[in-house]
């Protein structure tokens, strides 16, 4: 397992509630970072035991004044802001559908929380990273679901996250020679709050053997793919989409 060193550094993490968010705020923890962490859910119990290395707010991203007060608080006690990981988002099986069927208000708030929440705290954080004058780097969410079209569509969910890439990649070229990266990752079949219709492990097992990696991907996965693109580590890596898929898009 490679480890890294973020002592003395500041991120924050949104969707920290649980899942890919839990996961990437828990390992900058333990590699020393302070954070800042975002979610509409509490606090889980993992997060425990960091003192004021952790901060943990709740509340709604897609919301300019929460982000702005919030993004401001949390940059003036640290000093800075030096990593951003942008992982909230909603999959809203049901009513998330054909663009031809859905109700467009569902079409509205997917974006509102995929892609506002995102150009928000983006927008809120990079002038804390350039205060320091040592740069610094986002993450952006996104999934390998962009890439293509889908037989049982969630037209709204893709659309908002291949709008993340789009931004991603944006904001890569904007803000490149201030030393501020900014990468997408795409997540391929992940096991987390958000697949709770994989609910059997006859369905687990289908799904594990589609990928050729053979297993379904974990929370851990991501934060590892996570990390090493918010560290030094890539520090010539910005502009990019990683897929973390177990080799998922071959077989698209």
Not at 39 to 56: A, H, I, N, V
Not at 88 to 117: C, E
Request: aromatic share 8%; hydrophobic share 45%; charged share 20%.
């Amino acid at each position: 397992m490679l480890s890294y060193d973020f002592s003395g550094r500041h991120a924050v993490v949104t969707g920290a509630g649980g899942g890919m968010g839990e996961a990437i705020a828990l390992a900058l923890l333990k590699a020393g970072a302070a954070v800042t962490a975002i979610d509409l859910k509490p606090q889980p119990s993992t997060l425990d035991g960091f003192g004021d290395r952790l901060s943990f707010h709740q509340g709604d991203l897609s919301d300019a004044a929460f982000v702005d007060a919030t993004f401001a608080q949390a940059g003036e006690a640290r000093g800075s802001i030096d990593y951003l990981a942008n992982v909230a988002g909603v999959l809203w099986f049901g009513r998330d559908k054909s663009v031809l069927d859905m109700d467009m208000d569902t079409w509205d708030k997917v974006f509102s929380i995929n892609l506002r929440a995102v150009a928000l705290t983006s927008r809120a954080a990079v002038p804390f990273m350039r205060k320091t004058g040592r740069g610094g780097a986002m993450v952006h969410f996104s999934t390998i679901q962009w890439y293509r079209g889908d037989p049982n569509p969630q037209d709204a969910y893709q659309a908002s996250k291949a709008g993340v890439c789009a931004l991603s990649k944006s904001l890569a070229m904007q803000l490149a020679s201030e030393g501020i990266r900014s990468n997408a990752i795409c997540p391929g079949m992940t096991l987390t709050p958000l697949q709770a219709r994989w609910d059997n492990e006859d369905v687990l097992k289908a799904v594990a053997d589609y990928a050729p990696l053979g297993r379904i991907g974990t929370p851990q996965d991501m934060a590892n793919a996570a990390l090493f693109l918010l560290s030094d580590a890539s520090g010539y890596i910005t502009g990019i989409e990683l897929a973390v898929d177990g080799g998922l898009l071959m077989r698209m």
